[in-house]
């Protein structure tokens, strides 16, 4: 039952990040049609600023928990490979509940916050000529962080089975 609980998180941040490597194939597009309209044609494009940091943005947010789970985020190993399986497992159990989980809910409970009163308002980018709707690059947020979190606890819950000598 945990185990499906585990897959089912890792799966949702895998999707995750999957889209966010779109994003950034999208994003490449878009740059390279902007530079060849903006030097060949010298017609710019009205578009690109705005496209650009949406996409770029929700790419970086949506492959956190993907990063995450790949253990592919910044750590300082210097210290921690020196440790045993063990000690990393109580390391990493302690630091996520005395900073990753807070951290995390704070951002997503301001994030969210900011995205509904953004819905509300339907606000628009106050940069460029045609001010596209901003809310959804605002939801993008909690959304990511929603899924940061879970994923952080589906490694908690592999950091204490762990501890007690067996594997997820």
Known sequence: M??????????LGEWAGKIASWF????????????????????????SYDISYMLGG???????????????????DLFYERLSERNQAILEICLTLALFFPLVLVGFTNSLDAAIASFLRQETAATGSWRPPIFPIRLVIPISLGLLFLQGVADTIRNIYQLLGRRI
């Open 24 to 47: 950034i194939l999208i994003l490449i597009f878009s740059l390279v049609y902007e530079v060849a309209s903006r030097h060949l044609f010298n017609k710019p494009t009205f578009w």
């Open 2 to 11: 945990v185990k499906k609980f585990i897959n089912i998180i890792e799966t």
């Open 58 to 76: 929700s790419a970086a947010f949506l492959g956190m928990a993907w990063v995450m789970k790949n253990k592919q985020h910044i750590r300082v």
